[in-house]
């Protein structure tokens, strides 16, 4: 069987929504000077170098101008720590304080690893390198790794790879998880549990090729889709249109869509959870602004209510194109992290959650490129959540940063 081998996942457990049309609400933030009871402190963070010389794709394939957009992490040599991939390569935690060098491999051919799963009870890695996707199984050591198993195919985009990926039990049944991946055409769900070529449906049609969450909308026990929705006629590379794909309880083609709203620009970044303790799932939307010269996209948080969705906007400063939902603070409710990926102060920050869904911003660090990072693990196994990322235009850089919540 296969399961989300990410130690944070069970704090991304809630469910995720879809967002609402009409204006904006009031915004619900404050300002740096608020305060917001937490359990843990989110104010120590030791920056760390994971790699500082990444290739791109673009080196080995063409396009020559495109980047790698796989990030995750993972215990693939079961020593209690965390390892990342990204691309091509396997980063292998040093331990301890995880300051030390971290051991670079390369998989042997280029690819772009993004997901981590328990495959027949080992730690595998799946890459894209579309319309193939890729499995890698290793030694105990995580040092040995195949050359790798073409498993199942999807249709590549127009920035070769897909820019969405997930792991999930999309019908509660314990059975297994499924893999769900974002590609030209909508949303494919992957059943690692069939034979190669794994059985691969299109569950979520003409869906975004770029960020999703995977939650139960409609709280009926199985897990629907959210995204972004490439409209007839629209533009596909700027999809203002966010949806949910209501799951019919067992893996069929074409799932019915439901509108939850629009975006200002590019529905980029996806996630949900109940961000209000109302017991329904929200949902989060960055926006990416292209070439991102302006601080003009927004985050934004959809509140699933009674009238129907809410949009309510948090900030809007320059182009996010990372975006996660973790319980950062441990305070029993759902806080957002996000980066900005163009602009002069590249800030990274979460936005503390009171609990109602009023937030607070507090500035992690600052002048360090992300995109499709600021994803939360326990990286060192110390009970608080370490933040990874990736860059693009910075594309060398490999990022973590290790909070010190807990020493």
């Known amino acids: 069987m296969t399961r989300i081998y990410y130690r944070y996942a069970l704090l991304l457990a809630t469910a995720y929504l879809l967002l609402g049309c009409g204006n904006d609400a009031n915004v619900r933030y404050e300002s740096d000077e608020s305060t917001t009871t937490a359990t843990l402190p989110?104010?120590?963070?030791?920056?760390?170098?994971?790699?500082?010389?990444?290739a791109m794709w673009g080196d080995y394939d063409d396009p020559e101008w495109l980047r790698y957009f796989g990030l995750a992490a993972g215990d693939l040599n079961n020593d209690g720590?965390?390892?990342?991939?990204?691309?091509?390569?396997?980063?292998?935690?040093?331990?301890?304080?995880?300051?030390?060098?971290?051991?670079?491999?390369?998989?042997?051919?280029?690819?772009?690893?993004?997901?981590?799963?328990?495959?027949?009870?080992?730690?595998?890695?799946?890459?894209?390198?579309?319309?193939?996707?890729?499995?890698?199984?290793?030694?105990?050591?995580?040092?040995?790794?195949?050359?790798?198993?073409?498993?199942?195919?999807?249709?590549?985009?127009?920035?070769?790879?897909?820019?969405?990926y997930k792991v999930a039990d999309v019908f509660g049944d314990h059975g297994g998880d499924e893999v769900i991946y974002a590609s030209l055409g909508g949303l494919f769900i992957l059943d690692p549990s069939s034979d190669a070529p794994w059985t691969v449906t299109l569950a979520g049609k003409d869906a975004s090729d770029e960020g999703f969450s995977v939650a139960d909308i409609d709280?009926?026990?199985?897990?629907?889709?959210?995204?972004?929705?490439?409209?007839?006629?629209?533009?596909?590379?700027?999809?203002?249109?966010?949806?949910?794909?209501?799951?019919?309880g067992k893996l069929t083609e074409d799932w019915q869509r439901h509108e939850i709203g629009t975006t200002v620009y590019a529905t980029d970044r996806v996630e949900a959870a109940d961000l209000d303790g109302d017991g329904t799932t929200d949902v989060v939307i960055a926006e990416e602004r292209y070439p991102g010269l302006e601080p003009d996209a927004s985050l934004f948080a959809y509140f699933q209510r009674d009238t129907g969705w809410v949009r309510e906007k948090i900030v809007t400063q320059y182009s996010m194109n990372n975006l996660?939902?973790?319980?950062?603070?441990?305070?029993?409710?759902?806080?957002?992290?996000?980066?900005?990926?163009?602009?002069?102060?590249?800030s990274l920050q979460v936005w503390l959650n009171d609990g109602s869904g009023t937030f607070t911003r507090q500035e992690i660090d600052r002048g360090k490129e992300s995109h499709l990072g600021a994803q939360p693990y326990d990286m060192d196994g110390d009970g608080d959540l370490d933040l990874i990322s990736i860059g693009w235009d910075q594309h060398q850089f490999v990022h973590l940063w290790r909070n010190d919540a807990i020493q």
Do not use: C
């Open 81 to 164: 720590y965390m390892d990342i991939v990204s691309g091509r390569n396997v980063y292998l935690n040093p331990g301890n304080n995880m300051t030390g060098p971290w051991e670079k491999l390369d998989l042997g051919r280029n690819v772009d690893a993004n997901l981590i799963i328990d495959y027949n009870g080992k730690p595998a890695i799946l890459a894209e390198a579309l319309p193939d996707v890729y499995l890698f199984t290793s030694s105990d050591d995580g040092t040995d790794w195949t050359d790798g198993q073409v498993v199942a195919q999807v249709p590549a985009t127009g920035h070769h790879n897909g820019q969405g």
């Open 42 to 54: 989110t104010d120590r963070w030791t920056y760390i170098e994971v790699d500082s010389n990444k």
């Open 219 to 248: 709280a009926d026990g199985d897990l629907d889709l959210v995204s972004g929705f490439r409209t007839a006629g629209g533009d596909p590379e700027v999809p203002t249109v966010v949806v949910w794909f209501e799951n019919p």
């Open 324 to 346: 996660s939902l973790p319980d950062l603070d441990q305070d029993g409710d759902t806080d957002i992290v996000t980066s900005e990926h163009k602009g002069p102060e590249l």
